[in-house]
């Protein structure tokens, strides 16, 4: 059996010599390069926090001791170090998440994985312990340079530092790194310690210097370091980062030497305050693939050779994300006025391509979505046109600048989310699945939702030529679908997708959905029923050829892959009502649950979204025997006032 075999909880690590220790970590890399090469997932960020995890282990005592994590992406040596050993299933539905998850573990606690609201976390829960006298609890939050960049981190700083009697360590994982290189003032600060000749030549010279005298000389090594990595943090100023905040720091630490690390984090535990600990780890370590990588260091992959890091059995279909990069790059050289803004995702929302081209007209401002935005706006008052490129997710976290700093000011900027709708393995806080109910709240905001390729690049242009409003374009995760033709369109911009003689059903969709609604209607028409399928292509405001042809159906069914409850068939039965349209209409989405990880396939089927669960209930609806009951037939209510006559 192996080391890692017998783990079964963190108290088990106890027991283990240093030099098992370092076998351990090794078990610990080869189990995850293997197992994570066959279901995908982040690989990168928890080959680089082996022994940091392992020390807080060691020196904490989980669940007593809060572990936090931020953004939790690099918590999958936690949860082999907790006892969750079976990956088979990782990001898979019955399988383990990708991230923390109190219902797989009680030493589970932060399940969000929005970055930068770690320490907010663990300056509350530090607050609660100490004012309930639970004074023998620690709190550990490890935090990544890249999540220093966003603004919730320095609000918890500033407040953390206003009282220094709480037991709080805080872990800097330091590997000049988030998606990709970690970016602003912050990062190159660290990345001037992290890469300093003295902070280098003295921590190597030194210990070469004890291991010159044996057992013992490397003894006397261990006993000094603490003072040692004093003098570092001194000798390099980089206490001057956090001296004006009245925080304890220890540092720099290799955060690859486990006994530096046990023995800065027991500092930490003894100090009897908050305390930085300031570890340097390398993204992706022990796996030679994901070192060389430049792009994000194997961050997140699919199924991968886990000898190699080559991709298997990857798509061949273009992906949204690379038609929005190829297009966005075409009007950028139409129009000098587009510039592109991300906060720390240049690669994954496809702004790279514009970057390289044009390196000076694209800003990555780190993980700071609210000054992203707010920034959009100073930009576009100041004659530019930026392009905020972002996950659907993690537009929430900015929505009161979108409103009050970009729609407020009737600033043109345009925003693109990325992985909206169901992303699949995620999970709950990555879903992309509240952007099109948050967002139509915005006065003049107006809301696009492309159903491949064609329509990605056509909306686009559309949306760069709104100066005096924000537009959205938004988009699926993974790779297009075919090509959906309009047989005709309306001269508002609706695509008429399919259209029956008889007008039974109205069948309204949202962007993808699109190929379900025609699913549908073929369906519907091997029943009788007759159905029109449109796609609005602006979901927002509401074209008021979807008014007019509601009125002309007898029922209306809308199909977005957002949540129901304040969606885009909200709006439109709104609508419908404001131009006296009674239209029966029935709205489908996805509930507002936080859904689990699953595939894209699976979370549509539980939620309804199939075409046959659809088709059914449509047909109910059309033969009255299922609210909300169609419009009767015209001949029918000809029929039925006529009765009503000769009864009076």
Do not use: C
Not at 273 to 280: L, M, Q, S
């Amino acid at each position: 059996m192996s080391l890692l075999q017998s783990i079964h909880g963190p108290r088990d690590l106890d027991r283990l010599s240093q030099e098992q220790l370092v076998v351990l970590a090794a078990e610990i890399r080869e189990f995850l390069v293997r197992e994570v090469s066959k279901t995908g997932g982040h690989l990168g960020p928890n080959l680089g926090v082996v022994e940091l995890t392992m020390a807080v282990h060691r020196v904490f005592d989980s669940p007593n001791d809060a572990i936090v994590f931020d953004t939790g992406h690099q918590s999958y040596v936690h949860k082999l170090l907790t006892g969750r050993q079976d990956f088979s299933r990782l990001r898979e539905r019955g399988g383990l998440a990708g991230y923390p998850q109190r219902s797989e573990s009680v030493h589970d606690i932060v399940e969000s994985s929005h970055a930068s609201s770690s320490l907010s976390w663990a300056d509350g829960i530090s607050r609660a312990f100490q004012m309930t006298g639970q004074k023998d609890r620690h709190v550990v939050a490890i935090v990544g340079d890249g999540a220093l960049t966003g603004g919730m981190t320095w609000e918890a700083l500033n407040n953390i530092s206003d009282d220094n009697s709480r037991n709080l360590v805080i872990v800097v994982n330091d590997n000049g790194r988030s998606y990709a290189p970690t970016i602003g003032g912050m990062a190159r600060f660290l990345n001037d310690v992290r890469t300093r000749r003295s902070y280098r030549s003295l921590y190597a010279s030194s210990r070469r210097f004890f291991d010159l005298f044996g057992g013992p000389g490397r003894a006397l090594y261990r006993g000094i370091r603490g003072g040692t990595h004093g003098f570092l943090s001194r000798f390099s100023n980089n206490e001057a980062l956090y001296s004006n905040l009245d925080i304890k720091y220890i540092g720099p630490i290799h955060g690859h030497d486990l006994r530096a690390m046990e023995e800065a984090l027991t500092q930490a535990k003894n100090y009897g305050a908050p305390v930085i600990v300031h570890a340097i780890t390398q993204k992706g370590k022990g796996f030679e693939p994901a070192v060389l990588d430049a792009a994000d260091q194997f961050h997140a992959v699919g199924h991968i050779d886990p000898e190699t890091g080559e991709p298997i059995g990857a798509s061949d279909k273009q992906s949204w994300t690379s038609v929005f990069a190829e297009e966005l790059v075409v009007l950028a050289d139409r129009n000098p006025a587009i510039v592109g803004i991300t906060a720390a995702m240049l690669r994954p929302t496809g702004l790279q391509p514009f970057a390289a081209k044009y390196p000076h007209r694209v800003f990555d401002v780190g993980i700071a979505e609210q000054h992203a935005v707010t920034s959009a706006a100073g930009l576009a008052f100041g004659g530019l046109h930026p392009v905020v490129a972002l996950y659907a997710t993690f537009i929430n976290r900015a929505f009161d600048q979108v409103l009050m700093d970009v729609a407020l000011h009737k600033a043109g900027v345009t925003f693109v989310l990325d992985r909206a709708g169901v992303t699949g393995p995620d999970g709950p806080s990555h879903h992309g699945i509240w952007d099109l109910a948050i967002l139509q709240v915005v006065p003049h905001i107006r809301l696009s939702a492309p159903r491949d390729a064609t329509r990605l690049r056509e909306e686009l242009g559309e949306a760069v030529a709104v100066t005096d409003a924000p537009t959205v374009v938004r988009f699926s995760k993974g790779s297009v679908g075919n090509e959906i033709a309009a047989v005709r369109r309306q001269p508002d911009g609706v695509d008429v997708l399919s259209e029956a003689s008889r007008k039974d059903v109205l069948i309204v969709t949202v962007g993808p959905m699109a190929e379900i609604g025609l699913a549908v209607a073929e369906r519907l028409a091997d029943q009788g029923i007759g159905a029109t399928v449109i796609d609005p292509r602006w979901v927002v405001p509401v074209p008021k050829s979807v008014i007019s042809l509601a009125a002309e159906h007898r029922l209306v069914v809308t199909i977005e892959d957002g949540i129901r409850v304040g969606g885009i068939g909200t709006r439109i039965r709104q609508e419908l009502r404001a131009a006296g349209v009674d239209t029966a209409l029935t709205e489908l989405g996805l509930p507002d649950e936080f859904l689990q990880h699953g595939s894209r396939a699976e979370i549509l089927e539980e939620a309804g979204l199939t075409p046959q669960q659809i088709a059914r209930d449509v047909v109910e609806q059309v033969l009255g025997s299922k609210i909300p009951v169609a419009r009767p037939l015209a001949d029918d209510a000809h029929e039925e006032r006529s009765l009503g006559s000769d009864r009076s």
